[in-house]
């Protein structure tokens, strides 16, 4: 059975970092798109950074040069590493899997699977 479960949110102050894991059960990370979505209180579930199979990434255009996405597969979890934090980046962050094929990648109907979700909290 396919399950993800992420962990590492909390609340930082801004200009603060945190790391968010996926950890999958089910299948293994290398061989799923997957990605990372929040939503914010009103707001629609937007995507934020994705990682394909074969290992390229995209970004939405507000996290680039401050959020990486990257694979451990040897724990066969996904990594958000989130640094120089602002206010609006405060939400519940989702992981996703299993993309539907030629969906766009930063879109939350393109995926099947989904994590409950990890509160990130921004302070100015």
């Known amino acids: 059975q396919v399950q993800l479960v992420e962990s590492g949110g909390g609340s930082v102050q801004s200009g603060g970092s945190l790391r968010l894991s996926c950890a999958a059960s089910?299948?293994?990370?290398?061989?799923?798109?997957m990605g990372w979505f929040r939503q914010a209180p009103g707001n629609e579930r937007e995507g934020v950074a994705a990682?394909?199979?074969?290992?390229?990434?995209g970004y939405a255009d507000s996290v680039k040069g401050r959020f990486t996405i990257s694979r451990d597969n040897a724990k066969n979890t996904m990594l958000l590493q989130m640094t120089s934090l602002k206010p609006e980046d405060t939400a519940v962050y989702y992981c996703?899997?299993?993309?539907?094929?030629?969906?766009?990648?930063?879109?939350?109907?393109?995926?099947?699977?989904w994590g409950q979700g990890t509160q990130v909290t921004v302070s100015s």
């Open positions: 996703a899997a299993d993309r539907r094929k030629y969906a766009q990648p930063l879109l939350r109907s393109s995926y099947n699977r």
């Open positions: 089910g299948f293994s990370v290398s061989t799923y798109d």
């Open positions: 990682i394909l199979k074969d290992g390229s990434t």
